[in-house]
């Protein structure tokens, strides 16, 4: 996330929190209809605000979700 320059937390955990640049709800909808992919929006997550919560998953499955962020969050 750091390459694409998206603010995150969690990396000690499973998941993690990943501030987009559009509104959090927006992406999780879009993910849904359009890859078929389903993660969660979390609001006001300490200073984040609104953001999204990713479970960490193999090296492959983390490429597809960022290729459909970067193609989401305009």
Known sequence: MDDHGYPHKG????????????????????????????IKAYAIVEDFGDCLRVSIGKRKYMEIFTKALLELDK
């Open 11 to 38: 990396e000690a955990g499973n998941f993690l929190f990943i501030k987009p640049k559009i509104d959090a709800y927006t992406i999780v909808a879009g993910m849904k209809a359009k890859k078929s992919i389903l």
